[in-house]
């Protein structure tokens, strides 16, 4: 079975400018988390998708949104970009059926680098 | 809130001896922990995680971790350290406590550097 799935591995961009990244999550799980990496502030929660909906959220500014799609493939994008944008984002995916101990699945991340 | 502690950023053990990292955790409902490891350029990998009624969780790659309520700990070992051990390891808690909770709140991290 195939892994989670980032797309694209490395971005470079400049302040201002906005982003969008993908994730596609392991064959049947139906949750996609999102997730900062950075030196200074650690993995911090961005937000989760449930079937389209996000079901829960961290405490990031509103340029960061995100969706998720019929096929549970999920976007998060990044309005108006800061340097301190620049972060490794991870996505995970769950199966999320109900069973506490389902672990998270993380792809290897996007490394964004804001300039 | 949940949140867990770990106890050293850095840790450094040589090859062969054991690997002891700290994790303690605070939480007012009954916890799910986990341990990642992450090498470079990577994401996060599972090592194992705690499940009611099992004080002591055998991992992947010989870890295992001891879940102790009294002390609100779970730290995680490995009784002879590798080279292929150098990584960075996060101790985290999810909040279950109603279904379709999937944030995870993670440790600061422990990089263990292993001497050869």
């Known amino acids: 079975k195939a892994g989670v799935t980032q797309t694209p591995r490395y971005l470079i961009k400049t302040r201002g400018q906005q982003v969008t990244l993908s994730c596609s999550p392991i064959?049947?799980?139906?949750?996609v988390s999102w997730y900062q990496q950075t030196p200074g502030q650690g993995l911090q929660f961005l937000f989760e998708?449930?079937?389209?909906?996000?079901?829960n959220k961290g405490n990031f500014p509103g340029r960061f949104s995100g969706r998720q799609f019929s096929n549970s493939r999920s976007e998060m994008n990044v309005s108006t970009l800061e340097l301190g944008d620049s972060a490794l984002y991870l996505c995970?995916?769950?199966?999320?059926?109900?069973?506490?101990?389902?672990?998270?699945?993380f792809g290897p991340g996007t490394r964004l680098t804001v300039l | 809130a949940q949140s867990v502690t770990q106890l050293g950023s850095h840790v450094s053990v040589s090859e062969g001896a054991l690997v002891l990292l700290r994790c303690n955790y605070s939480?007012?409902?009954?916890?799910?922990l986990f341990w990642y490891v992450q090498y470079p350029n990577q994401g996060l990998q599972l090592l194992l995680k705690?499940?009611?009624?099992?004080?002591l969780v055998k991992g992947i790659n010989g870890f295992e971790a001891e879940f102790k309520k009294s002390e609100t700990s779970f730290h995680l070992t490995k009784p002879s350290a590798h080279m292929s051990d150098a990584a960075e390891y996060f101790c985290?808690?999810?909040?279950?406590?109603?279904?379709?909770?999937?944030?995870?709140?993670f440790g600061t991290g422990t990089r263990l550097t292993i001497i050869p």
């Open positions: 995970a995916s769950s199966l999320s059926s109900g069973n506490p101990y389902n672990e998270q699945f």
């Open positions: 064959s049947g799980h139906r949750s």
């Open positions: 998708y449930f079937s389209e909906t996000q079901r």
């Open positions: 939480s007012s409902v009954p916890p799910y």
């Open positions: 705690y499940t009611t009624g099992a004080t």
């Open positions: 985290a808690v999810s909040d279950r406590a109603f279904f379709g909770n999937e944030k995870l709140t």
